[in-house]
């Protein structure tokens, strides 16, 4: 089966730039993660999404990010106005859902923010 | 959610076993234990977990001990392909799991 997509792989960009991350889950999972993560860190999750709704954003900050799943299907992740600190990897990640123990990850977009 | 203890770093000879422990004292009655791994350059990959008894597939194994606060991941043969971080996730709902720094394993040929 096709794994989790991302895009783009690496994005660089200058401080107070808006950017966005695209993901595409595996087919018939229900859950979408978002996660973020820092050199030398694990990953933090920052929204978790079943189906369209929101089931945890209290990671997210709201002031500068957002995201969304219309349909249920694909998500967007966006920051705007980005700052230094933003720079990571973003993962998207998708599991089945309620039963399913294994999140399955996608390869993550690499954000510099200069 | 509970918090996990790991080594940062271990090395292991190719072809042996490698085990990396992970301390999760707090962890509740029935909170799971999950091991992801992570390649460079890719994302985590799931790996195994277990709430009480010893589990085993195909790729590790998963001993917890009787008072479930500590485990060890076994890879049995380990590889250079294994060469990654690995994070033990003591707790969190099957949705949720929270990462620490993890255990940076270098299999050396």
């Known amino acids: 089966e096709a794994g989790v997509a991302q895009s783009p792989r690496y994005k660089i960009i200058e401080k107070r730039q808006s950017v966005a991350f695209w993901c595409n889950p595996i087919?018939?999972?229900?859950?979408l993660y978002w996660y973020q993560q820092i050199l030398g860190q694990g990953p933090k999750l920052l929204i978790q999404f079943q189906n369209n709704g929101v089931v945890d954003d209290s990671q997210l900050p709201k002031d500068r990010f957002s995201a969304e799943r219309l349909k249920g299907v694909d998500s967007t992740l966006k920051i705007q106005p980005a700052k230094l600190e933003d720079s990571a990897v973003y993962l998207c990640?998708?599991?089945f859902g309620q039963g399913s123990y294994e999140q399955y990850f996608g390869p993550g977009t690499r954000l510099t923010v200069t | 959610d509970a918090k996990t203890t790991q080594p940062p770093s271990m090395d292991c000879a190719e072809g042996r076993a490698a085990n990396l422990p992970c301390n999760h004292s707090?962890?509740?009655?029935?909170?799971?234990v999950y091991w992801y791994r992570q390649i460079h350059s890719q994302g985590p990959q799931y790996i195994i977990h277990?709430?009480?008894n010893n589990e085993t597939n195909e790729m590790a194994s998963l001993i917890i001990t009787e008072d479930r606060k500590s485990s060890t991941l076994i890879l049995p043969h380990a590889t250079l392909r294994d060469t990654a971080v690995y994070y033990c996730i003591g707790g969190g709902s099957y949705d949720k799991v929270i990462f620490g720094p993890g255990t940076s394993l270098s299999v050396i040929p």
């Open positions: 707090t962890i509740s009655g029935n909170e799971y």
């Open positions: 990640a998708s599991s």
């Open positions: 087919s018939g999972h229900a859950t």
């Open positions: 277990g709430l009480k």
